[in-house]
Each structure stands twice: as C-alpha cells, then as structure tokens.
C-alpha cells in the first residue's frame, strides 16, 4: 500500500497542527494517511488507495459518503439560500418535532454544536434542575472534551484525567464501573442527597462496545428517581443508530431524565442536542435560569443535513439494510474469532460491531450469535468484558501495531483503537461484507 503522498502531508501537518492532527484519536501509528474523498461505503486516501469504511467519521455517516440525489439537493438548496443568519429557521424547528415525535423520553429540544457541547449543556442543566453539584459517571467512559467528566480514578477517589484542569472539577464527579448495580447504590447511598445526575452511555460505546447486562439500566433508572437525581443518557453513539429512530433507549425501554444526542443527528454536519421533558428543558435560558447559547446552534445547512438524512431513514429500508449487514458481519467474526482467536469476544449491536482483544476466554462460540450480550448463561459470560477497565485490560498493542495497519493492508479502514466502534452505512453492500471477512480471516 503506497503512502508517500500521506507521509509527505503528515510532514507538513507537523509544522502547522499540533501532533500533526486537530483530533488526537487521527494520530495513528507511524502516521495517519489523509482521506481525499468518499464514495459511498469507501474512502480514497491521498495516494489513491480505496478502502473499505467503517470508520464512517466516527459514526454520524449513516447513510454513507455521499447522499441519496433528494437529500442532496435539499442540502444544496439551504446552502444557496445563505449559510446563516443569527436568527431562527424553520428547519430547526422541523428537526426539534421530529426527534419529539421519535424518541420516547423528549418532548423539547436544544440544539448546540458538538457531542461535547451537548453533555457540558446537559451537566449544567442538571445541576441547574437539581440544585446539586456532584455527577455519577462510569470509570474509562467519554462524554466529550469537558472539564466535569474528564476525570480518572474510582467511587470519590478521582482526579482530572487531563492536564490544564483544576482538581476541583474532579472533586464533585464520581465514578463507578459500568454495569456495576452494586457500586451505584453505594455511592448514592453515601451521597445521594448531592448528586444531579448519573450520566452514562445506554451502552458503551466509546470506551468499547459494552452491552448493559439485563436489569442494570432499569436499575439506574430506579435508584436516581429514588434520591431525586436525573439519568442522563449519552447517545451521541447510539442515537438513531441503535434502536433505529427510538434510539437506544427506545431498544431497552428506559426513559432517562435527558439526552445528549450528536454525529447521525447532524448527517455528517456538525451537532449537538440536548433533549428531554418541558419541565426540564425549560430550565435553559431564556425560557429558564441556566446559561446556554451559541452563534451556530440551529445552524441552518446542519439542521437541513440531520433532518433530510433522519427522513430519508424513516422513509425508506435504511435500518434494516444496515442492521441486517451489521448482523451478517458480527456472525462471520463469531465464526472467524472462534476459530482464529477463541479468547477474543465480538462485540456490538444493530449497525455497530467490533472485536475486542480479550486476553482470557472460555474458548468457542459461546450462546451469543450476533455479538456479545451478556448473557450469564453463556460460557464465555465471565470472560466478556463488562465494563471499561476489562475494554482497557485487552490487547490494545496488538489492535494498534500490529491488526490495524494489516487490514489497512488488506483495504479495511477501522477505527483507531479498540475503543472505538465501527460503523456499518446504507452505502455498504452484501460484496463489502464479504471482503472484509476476507480480511479479518487473512489477519486474525
């Protein structure tokens, strides 16, 4: 694979970005290579290699490089009528009425600019709401570049887990493992009476692909509503990719508090949104008290790109294209890992899939077909990771030097590191599926 064109931009890129890149999750290992274009289930890179994606910009790519003619050109038409205009559109409002109509637990909507933006926003209402300071989350997970969750360490024990962040911040966010009931009653049970929120992905998502044991959200969901605490629920990830237009939360049956929603929601354009009840939302300025605002939330070309791709996928087989192809790719790595690699555990749900490096198994298939459900009565139950510690115990090294640059080789795009997910689109096709079990079969 020829990356002379990539090494010479990596070269430049030094001298101007910092590390070379303007999100350190691109810093792959020697050096990125540089994307020139999409097309459909594919990407070009600057020497003109083609690859499978399924990195699909982290996510947001639903629907593919590229977008069907009609979604297109109503993007198109937006753009030629200006691209903003620091005044409200229609077309915000038409997206805000259409995440109400489809998600279970919102009823109004605000739009900001990021994933991250949506979770500082969705704190900050929280505490607002709740006249509290202290955050529950869960130990490795990721909700974005913000100082209140950037932290490291367990129960009350943390600390920022980035430079150039007070200790403060820590001071008031506490974290337990995902999946852990146990660990949730106790820290609430000792403070419950100063925590807004638990914030949690329904599902991790980012620090690994984790499915919630059965009973663990409905547990949360009960013991927050107990001490007067709101349940937040990150689906940046999961939002209108798992559990189709319902979100994740529609797939389990859980209504949280709040939703912090990003990547599908914006068809590839930046966005971020914070969702819930009235009686909630209605706590951001102006309608209520706590400070929340922004020069391009409700940006006009984002909303027109989220709405017309959220249409185009109520409208037409997009879910169970992707879901069916999604389940297609999980069963093949079942059988490929179980032969190849029996330690490893194939992980994911829906259009997002994975394979997570885990040092120790049970050896075989185990009793789930389609990807890790954490089933106690599969053999391999104790041995699938659980939570992100167990994610962060795996082969990271291995995933990185060695089985990321060889389906590169191979023409696989995967994502970084095993704590991203991969992504399947409406782009990709039955041929896309079979090639990249090729791969996983040449490599693993």
């Not at 490291?152 to 009931?181: M, Q």
């Amino acid at each position: 694979m020829n990356d002379e064109r990539s090494r010479e931009l990596y070269g430049r890129a030094l001298s101007v970005l910092p590390g070379g890149v303007n999100s350190s999750v691109r810093a792959l290992r020697p050096y990125p290579f540089f994307v020139r274009r999409g097309e459909g289930g594919h990407v070009i890179d600057a020497d003109g290699n083609r690859l499978i994606d399924y990195v699909m910009g982290y996510g947001p790519l639903l629907l593919g490089h590229g977008y069907p003619d009609e979604v297109d050109a109503r993007i198109r038409s937006q753009l030629s009528d200006g691209a903003m205009y620091g005044a409200p559109t229609e077309v915000e409002v038409e997206l805000a009425e259409f995440v109400a109509r489809h998600v279970p637990s919102v009823e109004m909507v605000r739009f900001v600019n990021s994933g991250t933006e949506a979770t500082v926003s969705a704190v900050r209402l929280a505490r607002g709401h709740t006249g509290r300071d202290e955050i529950v989350v869960m130990e490795g997970g990721y909700h974005g570049a913000q100082e209140s969750t950037l932290v490291e360490g367990g129960g009350t024990d943390t600390a920022p887990s980035s430079a150039g962040i007070p200790s403060e911040f820590a001071e008031h966010t506490h974290a337990v493992p995902f999946n852990d009931e146990e660990a949730v009653r106790n820290i609430f049970n000792e403070r419950g009476d100063r925590i807004a929120a638990v914030l949690t992905e329904p599902m991790l998502g980012n620090h690994g692909i984790v499915y919630p044991i059965e009973g663990y959200l409905e547990a949360l969901r009960e013991i927050t509503a107990e001490h007067g605490a709101l349940l937040i629920f990150d689906e940046v990830i999961t939002g209108f990719r798992v559990g189709g237009l319902a979100c994740a939360q529609g797939k389990f049956g859980i209504d949280p508090d709040l939703t912090t929603f990003g990547k599908v929601l914006g068809g590839g354009f930046p966005v971020g949104a914070v969702g819930g009840p009235a009686g909630i939302m209605e706590g951001l300025t102006p309608a209520g008290d706590v400070f929340q605002s922004g020069t391009y939330s409700g940006h006009p070309v984002a909303m027109t790109a989220g709405l017309e791709t959220l249409r185009y996928a109520a409208e037409n087989d997009v879910y169970d294209h992707v879901n069916t192809l999604g389940e297609r790719l999980r069963s093949g790595l079942r059988e490929i890992v179980a032969d190849r690699a029996p330690s490893y555990t194939v992980v994911g749900t829906d259009s997002i899939f994975g394979v997570t490096f885990t040092r120790e198994g049970a050896g075989g298939e185990g009793e789930c077909e389609d990807g890790c459900r954490q089933r106690p009565s599969c053999p391999r139950f104790d041995s699938c990771p659980k939570n992100g510690a167990d994610v962060a115990n795996a082969d990271t090294e291995r995933w990185e030097r060695l089985f990321w640059p060889a389906m590169c080789e191979q023409g696989i795009f995967l994502s970084a590191n095993q704590f991203e997910a991969q992504f399947v689109s409406y782009a990709h096709t039955d041929e896309d599926i079979e090639e990249t079990l090729d791969a996983y079969r040449a490599v693993l």
